[in-house]
């Protein structure tokens, strides 16, 4: 501990805090958020980067490990996922001099973004909805487990990022293309399959999307499946599927990586589960009577959220009810769909799932909270035909 966290490890700490905090405030107005909110979701941020700091001091912790291989290891080939953050690490200290704490804070920033992206496109989706779908949605902006997994040195701040930057340009891809692009290469880094999983949907929303010109969905559509293509087997390489040759190759790795991570308090054998209890358990589980610990049961309640929100949601979808605000939908679900998919087959960790599904829960909840409850704005377009 004392070798991570000293007080000559915190000289820089107050001004690269007071440094993002005054980036923050300015990229509040980028996403349409107030000095104010923009200034209370840095903070609420932070507080659990201070958190996980502690956590990581008295608890295992891949933060730890990624600052250890960078300052006391010998690097090794770049490479993605792991390899990236280590050697990011390696650059900050090397030639910046950034402590343990201090790399936690430049994370924490990244995992801001995403976070304020997340917030300013719930924000537009709650505007004209009644209070307590409003106030719903504020709920779901701060639940602890958002900010906590992402707030730290690591992959998830990073994969995080990606998330809210591609459901805030998915609001308007016409106009934030860039900023999707960006959150690719960024998501790459860190999870090559999810960003592979991210081009793939864009080119088949883009294909089924009737809205565009044939030739628009051709061009668009190509161009993103060939970016697929490029990235797709870097994914496999990264996931470990490089040698694989046909689907039961595919089935051997799916089978492998449901009895792997089985020795922790938080595994789960999930080779036994049916699909649909492999997806329930890995967006809801822990509940509150199965956890095991204070961090667990906190992820429960949030979990106890995410589970009326789904519930909430599908009566709303059931009922056809419109969304409250214009999105490619297409893009979202099938991104949703696949990424749930893939990650609920294949991790039998409920500590590794409550991590790794903050890289498409924003999108669902997103999707299930613009159906939910009925615009003002309509009731008073209702109200004003009828008076006319």
Sequence with gaps: MENLVSLDGLVLSPVIFLFFLIISLKIGTFFKVSYKLSLALYLWHSLFTLIYIWFSLNFPADSKRYFLLATEHELGDFNFGTSFIVYVTYILNKFFSFSYVDQFLVHNFMGYLGLIAFTATIRQTIL???????????????????????????????????????????????????????????????????????????????????????????????????????????????AGLGDAQNAADIQDYIDQRQDSNLDGGSSLDISSMSLPMQLFTYLFRPLPFEAKSIFAFISSIDNLILLALVILGSIAILKKSQPSIESNRIFLWIYVGLTWLIFASTTANLGIATRQKWMFAPMLIFLLLSVIGTRKVNNEKVTNEIVK
Aim: charged share 15%; hydrophobic share 60%.
């Design 128 to 238: 004209d909805k009644y209070k307590k779908i409003r106030i719903f949605g504020w709920i779901l902006v701060f639940l602890p487990s958002v900010s906590f997994w992402t707030s730290a040195l690591g992959k998830d701040s990073i994969s995080f990022m990606a998330t809210g930057l591609v459901l805030w340009a998915a609001l308007d891809f016409k106009n934030r293309l860039g900023l999707f692009a960006f959150a690719v290469i960024a998501m790459l880094m860190v999870r090559p399959h999810i960003a592979a999983v991210m081009l793939a949907a864009y080119a088949l929303s883009f294909i089924f999307d009737k809205r565009s010109s044939l030739v628009q969905r051709f061009i668009i559509g190509t161009l993103a499946l060939v970016g697929s293509a490029l990235v797709i087997p870097l994914a496999m390489q990264y």
